[in-house]
C-alpha cells in the first residue's frame, strides 16, 4: 500500500498567493515530516509535526495534521519564487528511521 | 549548520561495473541512511546502519548492494555490478536515531548506467 500520498501532484501560483499541498497516509504515524527538494538538490526539512499535535507554524509555513483522516496539509503564505520546488511528506510508520515519502507536489510560483 | 555531503555529483558507468557511492554524514550522528529516486519517481528507502550493522533494509537492497563505514567519517554504499535499472539520484542521509528529529539528506550522487 502507498503511504503518503500528496496532492495536487502540480501546482502553479503567482508570487504573493497561497499554497496549499495535502498528504494522505495509511498507517498509524508518531509523526509527519515535511521535505522540500529544490531542482537537483538533496531533501531539506521544513517541518515536523507529531500525531497528538492538530497545528504547527514554522515562519510562512502552516502544518496541520488530522489523524483521523490520516491527512496533513502544507499551507505556504506569501508564496515566492523562490519557493519554487518539490515539497514531500514523509512518515516514519515503524519507528525505525525508515522515510517512507510520498510521490510529492511541484510547486512553481511565478514572479 | 554542518552539512551530509556526497561524492561524485555524478557518476557514469557501464553497466556491470561496480561503483562506489560516498557520503560524509554529520559528525555527531550516529544513524546513516541511503535512498533512491528513479527520475519522476518518489524518494525509496535502501538502507539504514547503525553501529556498523545494517539496521533494517528494503527488499531494492539486495546481494548486489553492501554499504560501509571504512573510517570514522565516510558511509559508502557499493553496488557490485550495476544495472540500468541503477540508474537514479541516490542520497545519503544521516540523524541521531530519533524519530521525533529530522533526518539530514546529502544533494546525492546521479548515477547513470550505460
Known amino acids: 500500500s502507498q503511504q503518503g500520498e500528496e496532492d495536487p501532484q502540480a501546482l502553479s501560483i503567482q508570487e504573493g498567493e497561497n499554497a496549499t499541498m495535502n498528504c494522505s497516509y495509511k498507517?498509524?504515524?508518531?509523526?509527519l515530516q515535511w521535505y522540500r527538494q529544490n531542482s537537483g538538490r538533496g531533501l531539506v526539512h521544513l517541518i515536523l509535526?507529531?500525531?497528538?499535535?492538530r497545528e504547527k507554524h514554522s515562519g510562512r509555513l502552516r502544518v496541520t495534521l488530522d489523524t483521523s483522516k490520516k491527512s496533513s496539509s502544507l499551507l505556504i503564505t506569501a508564496s515566492r519564487a523562490a519557493d519554487t520546488a518539490s515539497y514531500f511528506c514523509?512518515?516514519?510508520?515503524?519507528?525505525?528511521?525508515?522515510?517512507?515519502f510520498g510521490q510529492g507536489t511541484t510547486l512553481q510560483v511565478k514572479p | 549548520e554542518p552539512e551530509v555531503t556526497q561524492t561524485p555529483s555524478h557518476q557514469v558507468t557501464q553497466m556491470g561495473q561496480e561503483v562506489i557511492l560516498r557520503c560524509v554524514p554529520i559528525?555527531?550522528?550516529?544513524?546513516f541512511y541511503w535512498y533512491r529516486q528513479i527520475l519522476g519517481q518518489k524518494v525509496e528507502f535502501l538502507v539504514s546502519?547503525?553501529?556498523?550493522?545494517?539496521?533494517?533494509k528494503s527488499e531494492i537492497f539486495d546481494d548486489q548492494f553492501s554499504v560501509e563505514r571504512p573510517d570514522g567519517s565516510n558511509f559508502t554504499l557499493k553496488i557490485r555490478s550495476t544495472k540500468l535499472e541503477d540508474s537514479a539520484m541516490y542520497f545519503c542521509?544521516?540523524?541521531?536515531?530519533?524519530?521525533?528529529?529530522?533526518?539530514?539528506f546529502g544533494d546525492g550522487t546521479r548515477l547513470s548506467i550505460l
Open positions: 546502519f547503525y553501529n556498523n550493522e545494517i539496521s533494517e
Open positions: 559528525s555527531n550522528h550516529l544513524y
Open positions: 514523509a512518515t516514519d510508520p515503524g519507528n525505525t528511521g525508515k522515510l517512507i
Open positions: 542521509a544521516s540523524g541521531q536515531g530519533d524519530s521525533n528529529q529530522p533526518q539530514h
Open positions: 498507517t498509524s504515524i508518531n509523526n
Open positions: 509535526i507529531r500525531s497528538n499535535e
